[in-house]
């Protein structure tokens, strides 16, 4: 109903590995922030997009040109990762406030939602101008796809963040696919399990 689709079987087993291999690799990234005692979950994306941006000077012309976007991310949730370049800010969506589930989480940290505020970036950037509100008829030009793996299941102001995308970007055919891989910080058993799959 939101027009959010279903990615494919073999995406979505390509971007798990992609996943667990950079787990594999990253496996310490937190533990000056972790204990034992203390739980983190850590939750990651991959995305693969393949798009066509028409560039901002030509946008009105009746021979606009368009430039190709291609390209993969992997991103984790927490501070560390593309937030950081940004400074925390963002610029595209809104996060959803008050959950009741995890109200006191900064939701703007979640990977999903740092992965598609940085494809905005990305899409700007390639415009060659700005896409705020005078570029809305620029950012509907915009063509292609978004598949984005996300190795647990996405939270309510993820899911409103994927809607506003689209909304965003209509001419963007946007796929997601959940995965339930157990990446948890803090609990040796917890790392352990999960160096041992695969």
């Known amino acids: 109903m939101l027009g959010i689709h279903k990615a494919e079987a073999k995406f979505r087993r390509r971007a798990s590995e992609q996943v667990r291999q950079y787990i594999r690799q990253n496996n310490d990234v937190l533990k000056t922030l ?4 203390v739980l983190h979950k850590r939750v990651c994306s991959f995305t693969e997009y393949r798009l066509r941006v028409p560039r901002a000077a030509q946008a009105d012309s009746d021979c606009a040109t368009s430039v190709p976007l291609v390209g993969v991310m992997l991103r984790e949730n927490g501070y560390w990762t593309a937030s950081a370049t940004r400074g925390g800010k963002c610029r595209w969506l809104k ?7 995890g109200a006191l989480v900064d939701r703007t940290l979640c990977s999903e939602f740092q992965t598609l505020e940085e494809l905005c970036d990305c899409i700007e950037k390639a415009a060659g101008g700005p896409l705020g509100s005078a570029g809305s008829g620029q950012r509907a030009a915009v063509q292609g796809g978004v598949r984005i793996f996300i190795s647990t299941t996405p939270c309510i102001s993820c899911v409103g963040a994927m809607s506003q995308f689209i909304l965003m970007f209509p001419g963007i055919s946007l796929e997601v696919g959940c995965g339930k891989i157990p990446i948890r910080q803090g609990w040796k058993k917890d790392a352990a399990a999960f160096l041992a799959v695969g």
């Open 95 to 101: 996060a959803a406030q008050c959950l009741k589930v």
């Open 34 to 37: 972790t204990t034992q005692d």
